[in-house]
């Protein structure tokens, strides 16, 4: 279940498929039997669903965290489950598969995670207009905002704010002012947004918001990005 508040529509959709690519090539390159990185219940994605995926592909074993190991000895009783130890040391005879396995910046896996929130009101604003909480936006010109699901409960975190973009319909638009707990404004100046249109935060296809701008913006590592929204957006599972 998801951890973040509920009733705050936002969806993260994974993509199996994308593991599953991503384990197979990191079969293929490896020179001993590997362990798919499925600690933290798969970094939020799911334990049980990328560690079925990664199995499939090929890999041998799974490295879990020591509360996740009874759990993953029970669901993949054919599997070699290692616990990770205090300091993440993998076993000498073992290769592991790790940010890779989830597509993370700098590797050179598939992205596997698609995050997206929904417009619930519009409305427009005056030049000079303060935005969010504290008012730290001044809108430079007469435009409209939206109003978007999708705050840091949710793991859109408040470094974000005006540093990163969604995208709506096709088109970047900016996060200003401060991210709140459940939602976030956007400024879609003339375009014909509407209240229910999808919002994407973070996306797998070309030209969509990335991990790696969210790192670039926040200075936070990608991984622990894709854990806080992963672990609390309601999740789908596509092949």
Excluded at 66 to 92: G, H, K, L, M, N
Excluded at 139 to 158: C, E, F, K, M, N
Excluded at 177 to 205: F, K, N, Q, S, W
Aim: proline share 6%; with cysteine; hydrophobic share 45%.
């Amino acid at each position: 279940m998801p951890i973040g508040r509920p009733g705050v529509e936002v969806s993260a959709v994974i993509d199996l498929g994308a593991i599953t690519r991503n384990a197979r090539a990191a079969v293929a390159s490896a020179l001993t039997p590997l362990l798919a990185d499925v600690r933290h219940d798969a970094l939020g994605h799911g334990l049980t669903q990328v560690a079925r995926a990664a199995l499939d592909a090929g890999v041998e074993g799974l490295l879990v965290s020591p509360a996740e190991t009874d759990a993953a000895r029970a669901a993949f009783p054919d599997a070699t489950i290692v616990p990770a130890s205090p300091a993440a040391a993998v076993p000498a005879q073992w290769a592991l598969v790790s940010r890779e396995l989830y597509g993370l910046p700098g590797t050179a896996g598939e992205p596997v995670l698609r995050a997206a929130g929904r417009v619930v009101n519009v409305k427009p604003v005056r030049a000079r207009e303060g935005v969010s909480y504290g008012y730290l936006h001044r809108a430079p010109t007469d435009s409209r905002l939206a109003l978007v699901t999708g705050g840091y409960a949710q793991g859109v975190v408040r470094a974000l704010g005006s540093r990163a973009d969604v995208m709506i319909d096709g088109r970047r638009h900016p996060i200003v002012g401060r991210v709140a707990m459940d939602v976030c404004v956007v400024d879609i100046g003339d375009d014909p947004v509407a209240i229910g249109d999808e919002v994407v935060y973070l996306g797998t296809a070309d030209g969509e918001p990335t991990l790696a701008e969210w790192a670039e913006a926040t200075k936070l590592d990608a991984a622990e990005l894709a854990v806080g929204v992963a672990s609390r957006f309601d999740k789908e599972y596509r092949s």
